[in-house]
């Protein structure tokens, strides 16, 4: 076991499961010894299950034309500055 010290990174890593085999068994164990956090963290994975259902239909929709990247390369620069001399001025 590890005697690197359990993070916020941990725990958000741990809710959001990107942690790897033995941080995330550390993290439980730890979690086991502090009801007070685990707690927190439950909710934490809660209001994450919560986000994901009331927004899954966002992220199901097409990206708009106008945020395609082939498109935004051929947008016409006509107006613009170039940064240089946006900086310079």
Do not use: C
Request: charged share 30%.
């Amino acid at each position: 076991m590890s005697v690197k010290p359990i993070t916020e990174d941990d725990l958000h890593g741990f809710v959001d499961g990107a942690l790897d085999e033995a941080r995330e068994a550390e993290v439980s164990v730890y979690l086991e010894t502090h009801p007070e956090i685990a707690a927190r963290i439950d909710s934490y994975g809660r209001q994450r299950l919560d986000l994901r259902a009331a927004l899954n239909f966002v992220a199901e929709e097409p990206i708009p034309s106008r945020l395609n990247i082939s498109h935004l390369l051929e947008v016409p620069k006509q107006g613009r500055l170039p940064f240089w001399r946006m900086a310079a001025a």
